[in-house]
């Protein structure tokens, strides 16, 4: 990419204090693995790629449906019935073509979800069960990778910055004992987009040695637009912090 290119199309990112070039630079030079390309995922890849992210991943097993299509920006109704990541993937680089996107069209298990985080920054979770969450979480901890958790609902949702070794996991808010899938429920998809974007500026604020947020739980209110902050305490004996 030439710098003139870069000026143009970063101008309005590069012109804050703490980004500069350098950040620019540095956000060009990292690498982000979003796992799952639904709801949340849309708005956290379009922001990802339209802050310069150099390198995204795409994980997500599914393929395009209907009722998709009220909160999934990354697809239309011309992707109905095919493979999300692969719709995901060509929609971010016809948007910026100068970043690489790989696809990962993955089920998550125990094997194969480690080998794809430990090449990566950081990871955004924008998965849509807690099986395979706690699975993201496993892999991240080993790998010792920070991530972003998200969750939505109805016009509300949560976000979570984790750092293994310095602030709780799922594992720590969820023993397995307590572990339970929700049945689907309904989402505006503004809320979603929320959420999303909520996650796509924690990663910002990671790659750029900003954060401020890990350990708080930050919880979204849209009925009464209303932020919360819980602080969270890692569990002492959970395998995080050893």
Not at 129 to 151: Q, Y
Not at 185 to 196: D, W
């Amino acid at each position: 990419m030439d710098d003139q290119y870069m000026y143009a199309r970063y101008a309005r990112q590069i012109s804050l204090p703490e980004m500069g070039i350098a950040g620019q630079d540095k956000l060009l030079a990292s690498s982000v693995l979003i796992c799952g390309c639904g709801g949340l995922g849309s708005p956290a890849a379009f922001y990802t790629a339209a802050m310069g992210v150099g390198c995204i991943g795409l994980v997500d097993n599914d393929v395009v449906s209907r009722s998709n299509l009220n909160r999934q920006l990354l697809y239309t109704p011309a992707d109905v019935g095919k493979s999300k990541v692969a719709c995901a993937a060509a929609r971010l680089r016809q948007f910026n073509p100068h970043i690489s996107v790989n696809a990962y069209p993955l089920y998550i298990d125990a094997t194969n979800i480690g080998p794809v985080v430990k090449d990566y920054d950081i990871i955004i979770d924008c998965l849509d069960n807690l099986d395979s969450r706690l699975l993201l979480n496993d892999a991240c901890v080993t790998e010792k990778k920070p991530f972003i958790h998200a969750g939505v609902a109805h016009l509300s949702g949560q976000v979570m910055t984790v750092i293994p070794g310095q602030s709780a996991c799922l594992r720590c808010l969820l023993p397995v004992s307590q572990k339970k899938d929700a049945p689907t429920r309904g989402v505006i998809g503004a809320a979603a987009g929320v959420i999303g974007s909520l996650q796509a500026l924690a990663v910002y604020k990671y790659l750029l040695s900003l954060a401020t947020d890990q350990g708080q739980y930050v919880l979204f209110d849209g009925w009464n637009n209303r932020l919360q902050h819980l602080e969270l305490q890692a569990d002492p004996g959970c395998f995080c912090q050893k």
